[in-house]
């Protein structure tokens, strides 16, 4: 069977690799010239990475981690504590860490009570409130999705402190929106994992770039396997034989069609809302992804002459639009620079700063990241990157979790596979995996029961 897929983000990745480890012609395509979609890194003209964002990984990851082992990429990553580091101007660095000798959801909540910037009536207050989520199941979380994350932390007691110290900036490094825009079904997922796994909270980045150490190794394997990987190659429309119900090809910006057996979108939402055929929008399945949008959101790199924040771990800001950041000259082996500085910021929420120029961009991150580390006002900035992503994660808003579709679409021989389809995670790329894998099963399933037949004339076409 032959299948064509669109988008070399993770979700294409597994979905890729996975069948053509089971012995399918697969053929994966990228419209740009690197891999890896909201996960991807390139190289500038001095030979330094540049990232398309922050990309940490999490214990809770298990199919993801479980992805890797199984085709020898389990060393991809350098883990760090379970700890989350808060930095104020008020505070200084404080950190909430899961005591290790506890156990779930013990550990967390002994890491709440030891956390400073929180009174001890906040600390009850949050402990108290977070009993039902981290003592509940998913369902429960599921049933949240209503309201935004902020409205259920005030309901259930927890106060203004807790949000503005704690949840705030949890909300914007999950999702890039604060938490009285987000759905509560969205950290409280998080939370949910983080109460019942001890492993959970670990957090880890890749050891260098993700292109080397995850997307090359793939596309060798996958290639190595009879499958083609190419990059530059943008999906630019879908043709589909209404008659039949199927697709019949895949047409590319250069022109040409590509066609197979099997169709799978593993584009963002909104590049494939463009690219959807007239008669589609019959399918209610379809005209639902108006509701998932893209969340903006901003990637900074800043290059200075010595080290900055010393901290070998993530970095949580409250009060910024510094969500999330580290030094990744530390957190990255691979990146060593002999004691100087890589600081990478997600910027967020970003929807008013992501039309400033570069300059004005620079100057703002730099204002905020001086009022949080001093010292870097001592330090000179060499340079800097920006990498601006208008659409990135779906927003996870109220009341649009009931529009993520199922990877099977109407069209019988059409699939779908990212983050934003329908499974029990976040939007991540532990969700994209997820996501993939269930795509993988959903066609199974559909050639087991013989809705998708190999087209062997629509192949010679090709």
Known sequence: MRVIVAGAGPAGFVVARTLVERGHEVVLLEKRDVPGGK?????????????????VFFGAYHHLLDFLNRYGLGDTFNWKPAEMIFASERHGLAGISFVPWL????????????????????????????????????????????????????????????????????????????????????PLTAMLHFAHEKQAPMMALVKGSPDVNIWRPLMGQIEARGGRVELGRKVVGIEYDEAANRVTGFQMDDGSLVTGD?????????????????????????????????????????????????????????????????DMAMVAPEYHRGGKSIMQFVVAPAEKLITLSDDELVQFVMQEFVRLHPVAREARLLKHTIVRIPNSVY??????????????????????????????????????????????????????????????EVIAAD
Not at 119 to 146: A, E, T
Not at 402 to 430: C, W
Request: charged share 20%; with cysteine; hydrophobic share 45%.
């Open 103 to 186: 156990p779930p959801p013990f550990n967390g909540l002994a890491g709440v009570a030891r956390f400073k910037p929180l009174s001890l009536g906040d600390k009850l207050r949050m402990g108290l409130g977070l009993l039902r989520p981290i003592f509940g199941d998913q369902r429960y979380v599921d049933q949240q999705d209503d309201e935004t994350y902020a409205s259920w932390h005030l309901r259930h007691g927890m106060g203004q402190r807790s949000l503005d110290e704690v949840m705030h900036t949890m909300c914007l490094a999950l999702n890039f929106l604060p938490a009285d825009k987000v759905s509560a079904k969205l």
């Open 395 to 456: 927003q996870a808003l109220p009341g649009v979790d009931k529009y993520r579709p199922d990877q099977a679409s109407p069209v019988s021989n059409f699939f779908l596979a990212g983050d934003y389809t329908r499974q029990h995670f976040m939007a991540s790329i532990e969700g994209a995996t997820i996501s993939a894998m269930q795509c993988v099963e959903r066609i199974t399933e559909a050639v087991a029961r013989g809705a998708i037949a190999p087209a062997r």
């Open 39 to 55: 996960v991807s890194a390139w190289q500038d003209a001095d030979g330094d990475w540049i990232e398309s964002g922050l990309h």
């Open 262 to 326: 099997v169709y799978v979108s593993a584009m963002p939402v909104h590049s494939l809302r463009k690219v959807l055929p007239p008669a589609w929008r019959k399918f209610a399945y379809f005209d639902n992804l108006k509701h998932l949008k893209g969340a903006p959101v901003i990637t900074m790199q800043l290059f200075f002459d010595r080290q900055i924040a010393g901290v070998d771990n993530l970095l949580f800001s409250a009060g910024t639009h510094l969500s999330v950041y580290a």
